[in-house]
């Protein structure tokens, strides 16, 4: 019935986890390292980190056309070669294909997905910021949506946790609209940026240029399977050196460490079942891509992170 990942499959389990994309994998790590049996659900193909990047090696010549699609196919995929970058051969395996699963469109909408282990983790922009009490009061002050529950002291804990653990790097500046973090060593500035910053903080009165915040590693500190970035821009293809933050080269392998954690690709999540009886969700509903089959998987806990 499918192929199961780490663990054979179970009757059940303590938690289920919908999507292994940014906070898919959060999850599973967390609840594996809690000791809980977690059944990750994934509804597109198995990537595996490293060998499973057919691209992150090769150089734009050996493509032809530099990877880019002739004219007659950029019109029939419009929608997604108009971003000018998810049509490219370089990666666009991780792109859902328009022609396949098409969309409509009132006004424009640029509807990039990613159906495979690791869900957008592989193709992000890795810019990671904090939210200030400049965001956590802007319902309240503009009287605007409803008011956030919590404030910046009560998530700082969780930034400390999460930057420290996936690599950020960045510089702290002391800003209260944007709050300092544990941060990796800065990407550097090159010898016109730099000067165009110095340019600014002398002419215009408290404003500041910064590099980037990004979920790469920047230094020779060690994080568990992963090393420090390359530059060699071809990110989105996937990293096999992990230096940037996915699920495939960071959290799931940590869910994967614990023995805990049971991956199951190819399994599209149609419905939560529900017990009127104890008004909680007690497992669900999937249709196996491949086979078209149907299944149901129990357990105590549901997290759906599937976008």
């Given at each position: ?114 159906y495979h282990v690791g869900g957008r983790s ?57 709050p300092d973090g544990q941060f990796e060593p ?122």
């Open positions: 019935m499918g192929k199961f990942f780490y663990n054979e499959e179970q009757e059940s389990y303590d938690a289920i986890v919908v999507g292994t994309g940014i906070s898919g994998g959060w999850a599973a790590k967390e609840l594996c390292e809690k000791g809980l049996k977690t059944l990750v659900l994934e509804r597109g193909q198995m990537v595996k980190h490293i060998e499973d990047y057919p691209t992150a090696n090769m150089d734009d010549w050996d493509f032809p056309n530099n990877g880019r699609l002739s004219r007659e196919d950029e019109a029939k995929q419009l929608k997604q070669a108009r971003t000018g970058y998810t049509t490219r051969a370089q990666h666009n395996f991780w792109f859902v294909n328009d022609l396949e699963h098409p969309y409509n469109e009132i006004k424009r909408f640029d509807w990039m997905r990613g592989i193709m992000w922009g890795r810019h990671s910021y904090r939210w200030s009490d400049l965001d956590f009061n802007a319902n309240k002050t503009d009287g605007h949506g409803v008011d956030w529950p919590v404030r910046y002291k009560d998530i700082a804990p969780w930034y400390d946790k999460v930057e420290s653990y996936i690599g950020v790097t960045g510089e702290n500046l002391g800003l209260s609209q944007l800065m990407m550097e500035l090159n010898c016109v940026e730099q000067h165009v910053r110095e340019q600014v903080a002398e002419n215009f009165d408290g404003r500041v240029i910064t590099a980037g915040r990004v979920a790469h590693i920047n230094s020779d500190k060690q994080f568990e399977g992963r090393n420090r970035c390359q530059f060699r821009n071809r990110c989105i293809r996937g990293c096999p050196f992990g230096a940037y933050f996915s699920s495939n080269s960071s959290t799931l392998p940590a869910a994967e460490r614990t023995g805990n954690m049971t991956l199951r690709p190819d399994s599209i999540v149609h419905e939560v079942i529900y017990d009127p009886n104890t008004k909680k969700a007690t497992g669900v509903k999937i249709i196996d891509r491949l086979t078209k089959e149907t299944f149901e998987f129990k357990a105590k806990v549901i997290f759906l992170c599937a976008s």
